[in-house]
């Protein structure tokens, strides 16, 4: 049952609504203090304002030449990064340090510090205060404190703050454990998953089954039936080099051409209808990466290496970004494209490119690292069989999966409501 104040009135605050009666409505800007002490930080250590809060410099934050141009940021401030395309990224700092000067650091006045961070990470709070900024486009809209200090807040007694404040501390936990529990769940089924692959793929369905040393150490023993052969002997390789000049602004709404990038191809299935559209002078300038149905896309570049998928029904004429290889069967060859991409995601051959991968900042695969993989090869009814059984088993899988992914999404939406609605005074926590 949830209970209610026993009365409320209008707040005039159209992102609040009503509140209850004995609540009080002020300027943010009476509530704060804004601290705009600049400092080292050689004196004071940079700490990184994310979504998930404040916390020491993060290794893949952008570094500025600016060390000594920074914000203080003192145990206890409330800190917001202005900028819309950083949406979100605020919170209560535990930390003493120092911060880049986009971001508005808040010192709490009349405001019990725990509550502050509560009702500023709310989602109806943060649309309100990116909508009383300014800027020329969206993502580089920002709101300062000169804006910022004009908005209204609803606000109950600091002891009521403090109830409501620990109230949410003590549920969010809850949730957040619970959320953690499941996902836990969905890291054991995709280890399962990852395991019904790699055995399926390089042991067979036959556990009675000879094995033969494969001459591979990645890859270990293989039925002694199966052949080996190296990448370059069985498949083309090709990938696209650079972008020969191409420009964001280049890309079109009214064209048959797309062309795929990482995110496209990093789910189950291609996400065909989320592709940019190029020119035909661009799509014919590298007939050498015009995709075909069956062809195997295998990621090379950046964070996502190793991700592969295999291109099915194409619905328009396509190619790819130089962050990924081409994988073309050479017609002779007798093994199946689907039973390739299968191979590329199990863990013998993800860990071999973990070993192989150059590049001391962003990882990335050469064509010749590829070339030279050795792909097993079973007899091809074999290969179906194996085919048929794993998109049997991933299946359920991943059914189970996406159970608990609806699941988890229905908790962080009840989190996102309890916020808000504990922090507008919707509920009595107190």
Not at 390 to 408: M, T
Request: hydrophobic fraction near 35%; include cysteine.
């Amino acid at each position: 049952m949830i209970n209610k104040y026993d009365a409320y009135k209008d707040s005039g605050i159209d992102w609040v609504g009503k509140i209850p009666a004995h609540w009080n409505v002020l300027k943010l800007g009476g509530i704060f203090e804004q601290r705009n002490q600049k400092v080292s930080d050689k004196d004071y250590p940079a700490l990184s304002v994310t979504k998930n809060g404040i916390v020491p410099q993060l290794d893949n934050a952008a570094k500025t030449k600016d060390g000594d141009n920074r914000k203080l940021v003192l145990k206890g401030d409330f800190v917001i990064n202005s900028r819309s395309d950083r949406k979100g990224s605020s919170g209560l700092s535990s930390l003493d340090g120092s911060v880049s000067l986009i971001n508005i650091v808040l010192k709490p006045r009349k405001i019990e510090p725990k509550f502050s961070h509560h009702l500023m990470k709310c989602n109806a709070f943060i649309e309100e205060y990116y909508r009383v900024g300014r800027g020329i486009v969206a993502d580089l809209w920002t709101t300062r404190f000169e804006e910022m200090k004009t908005m209204n807040l609803a606000l109950p007694s600091v002891k009521e703050q403090r109830q409501i404040a620990d109230f949410l501390d003590q549920r969010l936990v809850e949730i957040d454990q619970a959320i953690a529990i499941k996902e836990q769940q969905i890291a054991l089924l995709n280890e399962r998953k990852q395991i019904v692959i790699q055995k399926a793929v390089t042991q067979g369905l036959n556990p009675n089954v000879a094995l033969k040393d494969s001459g591979v150490e990645w890859i270990g023993e293989i039925p002694e039936h199966w052949i080996t052969k190296k990448f370059k002997y069985a498949m083309s390789i090709k990938a696209r080099l650079g972008w020969k000049g191409l420009k964001a602004d280049e890309y079109v709404d009214n064209s048959e051409y797309g062309f795929l990038s990482t995110p496209n191809i990093k789910h189950q299935n291609i996400k065909y209808d989320e592709c940019y559209f190029i020119t035909q002078r661009r799509y014919e300038e590298s007939p050498e990466i015009m995709l075909e149905d069956g062809d195997i896309l295998l990621v090379k570049d950046g964070s996502t290496l190793g991700i592969s998928n295999i291109v099915k029904n194409l619905p328009f004429k396509c190619t790819v970004n130089s962050s990924i290889a081409v994988l073309r069967k050479f017609q002779k060859e007798q093994y199946l494209p689907s039973f390739l991409n299968y191979y590329l995601k199990t863990s013998s051959i993800q860990n071999h490119i973990k070993l192989v991968k150059d590049g001391m900042g962003v990882p990335h695969l050469f064509q010749s690292d590829i070339k030279n993989f050795v792909l097993i090869i079973p007899p091809i009814i074999e290969q179906e069989q194996i085919i048929e059984f794993i998109e049997y088993e991933v299946e359920k899988i991943d059914a189970g999966i996406s159970l608990i992914e609806d699941q988890i999404q229905k908790m962080k939406e009840y989190k996102t409501t309890l916020i808000n609605d504990a922090v507008t005074g919707k509920i009595k926590v107190a």
